[in-house]
């Protein structure tokens, strides 16, 4: 019953910049960890970063330096700003929820990197 909208996916060159952003309802959105994951065509849906509700903060390798995670627990908001994009990072990216054993997905929003 908990909802995500997300937005802020597009098409970008290499070395571009994007910044998506999960506005999650329906939650006690402070108490659970957000993250987002991304899976690109053929491949399995794997870790991009996480923030948990008191702030640590969780980066897969390959996005380490590039990618920022944030959230604003007024606005019930998780953000993602991702800088030097690169083809490899085409890919659909998903906002997730999670506290104990309860997990919420978003939809999913389009990230593509060409040229």
């Known amino acids: 019953q908990s909802q995500f909208v997300e937005s802020g996916g597009g098409v970008v060159q290499p070395g571009g910049s994007l910044r998506l952003s999960c506005a999650a309802s329906?939650?006690?959105?402070?108490?659970?960890?957000m993250g987002w994951y991304r899976q690109a065509p053929g491949k399995q849906r794997d870790l991009v970063a996480t923030?948990?509700?008191?702030?640590?903060?969780n980066y897969a390798d390959s996005v380490k330096g590039r990618f920022t995670i944030s959230r604003d627990n007024i606005k019930n908001t998780v953000y993602l700003q991702m800088n030097s994009l690169s083809p490899e990072d085409t890919a659909i990216y998903y906002c997730?929820?999670?506290?104990?054993?309860?997990?919420?997905w978003g939809q999913g929003t389009q990230v593509t990197v060409s040229s």
């Open positions: 923030v948990t509700g008191g702030g640590g903060i």
């Open positions: 329906g939650m006690l959105f402070p108490l659970y960890t």
């Open positions: 997730k929820a999670e506290k104990w054993s309860v997990q919420y």
